[in-house]
């Protein structure tokens, strides 16, 4: 603040200095590059555990030497990191190129196009289901727009189910939001048909309907594209590391 001078004298003012403090910084935090079974590509991510790597990232692979690291890192004091998961790109033959596995779920009017969320060969262990055992249609909801959809990870066990979804962009429950803002399996890509997927058959009683043929859709697991096999609802995509 400044002085206002009010009779003859010596003043003192401090005046702020032009130096800054140095501020102190973590010097703890490693980040690690490389190879991994899953994960974000190209974003730097933080984990505080090899536990959180291995929810994150797919844990150790053969593979995958940074995986091996991480895990040292950790074992051995440290607390804090920064992962950076890269993947084959920008090959001239675009087929070497890491890509995402892909399944269609073909309905009356159109397929509705689900991508793994990032690259690399986990994705082939997706499996998707439809069933139509939703909420009775609201009289705002356009015919044949709800549908319930459930995913499996194979390799993990783990579960997503969206139930109530809708092929509507005007309805809060549109497939593509939904799947953007609550999976870590899966992305919509391309346009959404206006009516919902053909359903799964229910597979008999006390069976697992996603190890029963025909009761799930596999996402792909080569790098050509080709007919499922394991029932009439799926087409496989492409999956490379």
């Known amino acids: 603040m400044a002085i206002t001078p009010t009779f003859p004298g010596v003043y003192i003012e401090e ?3 032009g130096v800054r403090t140095i501020v102190g910084v973590a010097t703890s935090i ?5 190879r991994a079974l899953r994960g974000p590509v190209n ?6 555990s090899f536990a959180d790597f291995e929810r994150a990232f797919g844990g150790l692979s053969l593979d995958s030497t940074m995986s091996y690291a991480v895990q040292q890192y950790f074992l051995n004091g440290g607390i804090d990191a920064l992962i950076v998961r890269v993947v084959h790109s920008n090959d001239a033959t675009p087929a070497n190129n890491a890509s995402k596995a892909t399944v269609g779920l073909p309905g009356a009017v159109g397929t509705l196009n689900l ?4 690259e690399g060969t986990w994705g082939s262990a997706l499996r998707a289901r439809v069933d139509y055992a939703t909420r009775p249609p609201d009289p705002t909801d ?6 319930n959809l459930t995913l499996k990870d194979m390799g993990t066990g783990g579960i997503e189910s969206f ?3 809708s092929t509507d962009p005007n309805n809060r429950r549109f497939v593509t939001l939904v799947l953007d803002q609550q999976s870590n399996l899966v992305d919509v890509r391309g346009v959404v048909p ?4 053909t359903n799964h058959p229910d597979p008999p009683a006390g069976q697992d309907p996603f190890t029963t043929p025909g009761s799930f859709s596999q996402f792909g697991s080569s790098r050509a594209r080709r007919r499922c096999s394991c029932g009439p609802n799926s087409n496989y995509g492409a999956s490379v590391l």
């Open 142 to 147: 356009p015919a044949n727009s709800l549908f």
């Open 163 to 165: 139930r109530n979804v």
């Open 115 to 118: 991508d793994a969320a990032n």
């Open 194 to 197: 206006a009516t919902r997927p």
């Open 43 to 48: 974003d730097p991510i933080r984990i505080q």
């Open 15 to 17: 005046i702020p200095s």
């Open 30 to 34: 490693t980040a690690f590059i490389g």
